[in-house]
């Protein structure tokens, strides 16, 4: 399924001594194999969904970080709380929060981009 794909993807995003783990769809696509010129097939909201359940029910991860990737138009991440990004103030504090909290469990050197 390819949603383990992400996850599996997600999970070595934060691994320690990675690069800044906030990326665009594109940059995550090449960078962990998957379609760059068909982002739809992976980047999708019930993919997105899933993974982000899976993430949020494992207790070693126990955050959605689907937050870790973003639209290179809006900055922000396509799909949050399971919702299409509406460019709301709520959806950017959303966004804001959780990547906060990511760089804190983490402890990622890298800034919040929200």
């Keep these: 399924m390819i949603a383990d794909d992400v996850v599996a993807a997600l999970r070595k995003s934060v691994e320690p001594g990675r690069s800044d783990p906030f990326v665009t769809y594109a940059d995550f696509?090449?960078?962990?194999?998957?379609?760059?010129s068909y982002p739809p097939a992976w980047a999708?909201?019930?993919t997105l969904n899933a993974a982000a359940d899976a993430l949020k029910n494992d207790p070693a991860i126990d955050l959605d970080l689907t937050f870790l990737i973003r639209s290179?138009?809006?900055g922000y991440p396509s799909v949050i709380d399971a919702k299409p990004f509406d460019g709301t103030p709520q959806h950017k504090q959303r966004a804001r929060e959780v990547a906060e909290k990511i760089i804190a469990k983490f402890k990622l050197k890298a800034k919040n981009p929200y």
């Design 72 to 74: 290179a138009t809006t």
């Design 44 to 46: 999708n909201g019930p």
């Design 29 to 36: 696509a090449r960078e962990h194999g998957f379609s760059v």
